[in-house]
């Protein structure tokens, strides 16, 4: 072994006796506990099943939980000395005060954590500092069967004492291993790395006895070296206490709330000892449910961040992933998180902070500068597998033009020891330190390990300006971000979105919950129009805050381990039945709500009326199903059409003749279908299916054009062997071939203006059915698809080859589209194999083009010319059972002439998500109404994505964006009585008045920008 190896080990070895040598036990304590299944408030903590406990002795399962009574007196020869008590119940264990609020974290030393950034356990408890010798000790705590990772640590109690700490010791541990990594790390051959060595090698004689006077001349050895400080710094690093924590993932969404108390009476009783620390912690939603929970520890943490210690960080409500998220779901993570921050701290968050988010929308600069969020902190980004972000200090840049300056800590981690190698990897791996002299380092153990623990302030303690390392200054972020904002104009840019070339799983993986967030954005946004029209017909209440309510538990379920399927599975048990529950309760609201708009306009004289309710922002000509019978009907944009019928049974002409002034008519050309030659067709296109059920011809009767290529099969479903956890699938799993399902069954069908096939597949223990239907009228092919899956470790996706030639694939995102490249030709083209897209993808040449579009799938892959769509994964990790279920969705195929810009396609997205609605007046209005419509741009790009009303008062907020990357100007014609318009930003503070001629505002739009008009009603 060389000897500079030896004389390291040598070292490192004598660090590991002085840490044997801090702690001396003294007693036992006695420890009782009381076992639960689920945990139960401190009032309760006597009623589960009692146990008396001694160290080695099992106490629960995993997720069991337990109130834990600590007694026991300190020995009297220990007077005049530093008393701790050491407490480890192979758990997490939250202690508490004589009313139950919570007072400090304990965790397990042995939890699963990596141990390059430190060992995650902390079990010392202070007593006194001086005992008297007559403490008597009568603890409670709240204990959890689990590690910090969810993980099952054989559920035993391992520690429960009464010791003397040697404070001197401790210190001399600190001291020596603080001094003993910056030498490790300071460059061969420098005078300052030889003398640490020679003062620790000093040391390291003197210590063959732990006598008192030894550790003092020890420690005085090693503060002459401690001493030499730093010249003027090149580069100075801010840190900031740290404890990232997933509010859901290995765990369920109840055991993150104890886990917060664990972290933040951690925190708070840290800043007892450390008055240089300041810590940070994000998510509102974490906050809500402290303030909730404990509010006690809450109003102290209120106290700590009044006086500067405590910074509240972030702008949403949670940590959102922000791939899946429609862009209202994003607006809306930025209004409830900031409003809440500025409500109960009074501070005005200017960052977004999103450490561990698995890659960022291209859609989300606008957002947070229309929001006056200027700044973004990152580090995940450190996770891509094929190339190096080239910038850890950048200006990214949205789809719009609009940028934030963000930051990803050198150190690629937020988990930081905070130790000499932290400092020392911060400097060497920051890629911009040529033009910044600021980084940023997050340091603690996350999720409820309790962030920071005394080793990392021990050691930034005399990191501060210690010679041969960066200086360190602890600081909120805050003022870490408004320093790094003065070289703004030396910053390079990164324009579009920041991909993450890893967990492209979480785009499929369970598919359910992706359901229902899609149609729980889309209920809202229905809910928040019908109540508005409802508030202005028939003056029925705005639900403000049942409204606020159930948009903030969808966004919790946003949060970036839970919406991307990477959580274990009673996650998702619970999930899907509150996600049942919210969808059930806000479409009874939308049915409320247009129900009433529909009586103020029936038809009256005792007639009964049928009102059809348009949501967009384009007047819809559409079929539709109406008591049995198919009418076309045609409804102006962002209002209603009303046909007035008896209340006596009518023959169909006469359901015909009372609704046409209302624009409904019967069909008048019935698409064909044939089960024989397994061919549909209806005015527009014709289908042609082969043996297998795969589709091998769509003629374009109109185009005169064939779109699938000659040889090729389109909606081919192909499952995939997907071996991968939810996270990650391999990115070869097509090498292998993709297995075909078995056609079991084909049946042409014919109904009204609709016809089709009825198809039935076979795979495995799996079945499939699609219904294939087109409709008169109708360039698409919808595929109405039901799936009961019971495979494990499969994939499946289904693709459309499309006789379409483009280097570039249109994908819809938030508030506007990205185009993503169709070749491999570079590295980080490769890597963008699997890309995220909302309501279609669409590959065009300039005159003509294909869109596939969807109602709840997010995973994509284009490349060359075939649309891939990734429909359902069953992965076993972290849930054993992910997506083994019954399954529901469509996706659609659009071919159309012209590009997805001329032919509108964005609207073909929202058509098929967003359907008409109906409703039945009782009749008796005594001023009937055919139709209305209460908003409309006339620029066909514009879209009006929310109308809802202020949250500050009744004021009618309109947000619209630009669809196609164009600049545009539109009048938006109000049927809405106003009286001023304003426009304001994303948190609806109005900035500049908006000039209106009779009932017009006109509007000018930059390519995706987000415009936020707030519309002042007239008083009547």
């Avoid at 689920?38 to 995993?62: F, H, K, Q, S």
């Avoid at 800590?409 to 040529?434: F, H």
């Avoid at 080859?801 to 030709?825: L, M, W």
Wanted: hydrophobic fraction near 35%; include cysteine.
């Amino acid at each position: 072994m060389p000897y500079e190896t030896l004389r390291e080990e040598r070292l490192k070895s004598m660090l590991e006796r002085l840490k044997g040598h801090i702690y001396e036990p003294v007693a036992e304590l006695k420890v009782t506990a009381w076992i639960t299944p689920e945990p139960v408030p401190y009032a309760d903590r006597t009623t589960g099943r009692m146990l008396e406990l001694a160290p080695g002795d099992r106490w629960g399962n995993l997720w069991d939980c337990g109130w834990f009574r600590f007694t026991g007196k300190v020995p009297k020869q220990t007077a005049g000395s530093k008393i701790v008590l050491l407490i480890d119940i192979n758990g997490e264990l939250c202690l508490v005060d004589e009313e139950g609020t919570p007072t400090q974290g304990l965790t397990n030393v042995n939890s699963e954590f990596d141990l390059s950034l430190g060992l995650p356990g902390k079990r010392v408890v202070h007593v006194s500092e001086s005992s008297t010798g007559e403490e008597t000790i009568d603890l409670w705590g709240d204990g959890g069967c689990n590690d910090l990772f969810g993980m099952y640590r054989s559920g035993t109690l391992k520690e429960a004492c009464i010791a003397v700490c040697r404070e001197q010791v401790r210190q001399l541990y600190y001291d020596a291993e603080v001094l003993l990594e910056t030498a490790i790390k300071l460059p061969q051959g420098t005078a300052r790395k030889t003398r640490i060595f020679q003062a620790l090698y000093d040391v390291s004689l003197l210590l063959t006895e732990m006598t008192d006077e030894k550790i003092a001349r020890a420690r005085s050895i090693l503060g002459e070296q401690l001493a030499k400080r730093g010249g003027d710094p090149v580069l100075t690093i801010s840190a900031v206490g740290h404890a990232h924590i997933d509010l859901a993932w290995l765990w369920p969404i109840r055991e993150t709330i104890r886990k917060g108390a664990r972290t933040f009476s951690t925190a708070l009783r840290m800043m007892e000892r450390y008055p240089d620390y300041v810590f940070g912690a994000s998510q509102p939603q974490l906050y809500d449910w402290m303030k909730k929970h404990y509010p006690k520890l809450y109003a102290r943490v209120k106290e700590r961040v009044e006086e500067g210690r405590w910074e509240p960080q972030g702008a949403m409500w949670v940590e959102s992933d922000t791939n899946v998220p429609g862009g209202e779901s994003l607006v809306r993570q930025v209004l409830y998180g900031k409003r809440y921050f500025l409500e109960e701290f009074g501070q005005e968050m200017k960052t977004l902070w999103m450490p561990d988010v698995f890659g960022y929308t291209a859609s989300l600069p606008q957002i947070l500068k229309k929001a006056g969020v200027d700044c973004m902190m990152t580090q995940k980004l450190s996770w891509s597998m094929y190339n190096k972000h080239p910038h850890h200090t950048f200006l990214w840049e949205g789809i719009d033009g609009s940028q934030v300056l963000t930051h990803m800590p050198p150190e690629d981690t937020y988990n930081s020891p905070a130790a000499p190698r932290s400092i020392v990897k911060a400097e060497q791996e920051y890629l911009d330190k040529n033009i910044s002299d600021r980084c940023l380092m997050l340091f603690g153990i996350g999720d409820g390990g309790g962030g920071p623990g005394e080793e990392h302030l021990e050691r930034l303690s005399r990191e501060k300006n210690l010679l041969g390392l960066s200086p360190v200054v602890q600081e909120p972020s805050a003022r870490f971000f408004e320093r790094l904002a003065d070289h703004t104009d030396k910053y390079e840019s990164w324009r579009g979105e920041l991909y993450l070339e890893k967990h492209q799983g979480t785009l499929t993986s369970q598919a359910r919950n992706k359901r229902y967030n899609r149609k729980l954005e889309k209920a809202l946004r229905e809910l928040e129009f019908a109540a508005v029209i409802a508030e202005l017909e028939s003056g029925i209440a705005y639900p403000a805050e049942e409204l606020e309510e159930i948009w903030k538990e969808v966004l919790l379920y946003q949060f970036h381990d839970i919406l991307p399927g990477s959580s274990i599975k009673r996650v998702y048990d619970e999930s899907l039945e509150r996600y049942g529950l919210l969808l059930e309760r806000v479409e009874a609201l939308i049915e409320s709500a247009y129900g009433a708009v529909a009586d103020r306009i029936g038809a009256g004289d005792g007639e009964e009326g049928i009102a059809v309710f348009n949501s967009l922002s384009w007047e819809r000509e559409e079929w539709l199903k109406v008591n049995g019978g198919w009418r076309r009907v045609r409804v102006p944009a962002m209002g209603y059409a009303a046909a007035r019928l008896s209340a006596t049974e009518q023959s169909d002409a006469e359901i015909a003749a009372s609704a046409e002034a209302a624009g409904v008519a019967e069909p008048f050309a019935e698409p064909r279908a044939s089960g024989a030659g397994r061919v549909a067709e209806n005015d527009l296109l014709a289908v042609t299916f082969g043996e297998d059920g795969t589709i091998s011809s769509i003629w374009d009767k109109e185009a005169g054009r064939e779109v699938v290529p000659a040889g090729r099969k389109a909606n081919e479903l192909l499952v995939y062997h997907d071996p991968g956890d939810a996270w990650d699938f391999r990115q070869d799993y097509r090498e292998t071939g993709g297995m075909k399902v078995e056609l079991t069954g084909a049946e042409a069908f014919a109904d009204g203006p609709t016809a089709g096939l009825l198809l039935s597949f076979r795979f495995g223990e799996s079945s499939l059915t699609q219904k294939v239907v087109l409709t008169e009228g109708s360039r698409r092919i919808d595929f109405e698809t039901e799936v009961d899956w019971k495979e494990s470790g499969k994939m499946l996706r289904v693709s459309f080859p499309v006789d379409v030639r483009s280097d570039s694939a249109s994908c819809e995102i938030q508030f506007g589209y990205i185009k993503r490249p169709t070749h491999r030709n570079t590295m980080w083209d490769y890597a963008k194999d699997e890309i995220c897209a909302h309501h279609w993808v669409d590959l065009s040449e300039p005159d003509y083009g294909v869109a596939l579009l969807n109602d709840c799938k997010y995973g994509h892959r284009v490349f060359e010319n075939v649309l891939d769509l990734n429909l359902l994964r069953s992965p076993s990790y972290p849930d054993p059972e992910a997506d083994r279920a019954k399954h529901a969705f469509t996706y659609s195929l659009y071919p159309h002439i012209g590009d997805h810009v001329k032919a509108e396609v964005y609207k073909r997205g929202y058509e098929l998500n967003v359907p008409l609605r109906t409703a039945v007046a009782a009749g008796g209005s005594a001023e009937p109404r055919d139709s209305r419509s209460y908003l409309q741009p006339d620029h066909p790009g514009i879209m009006v994505e929310t109308v809802k009303r202020a949250e500050d008062g009744d004021d009618i907020v309109v947000r619209l964006y630009e669809t196609s990357g164009s600049r545009a100007q539109t009048a938006l014609h109000a049927g809405i009585a106003f009286s001023e318009a304003w426009l304001t930003d994303l948190m609806e503070e109005p900035a500049e008045r908006l000039h209106q001629e009779d009932g017009s505002i006109t509007i000018a739009f930059a390519p995706f920008e987000i415009k936020t008009i707030r519309l002042k009603k007239r008083s009547s």
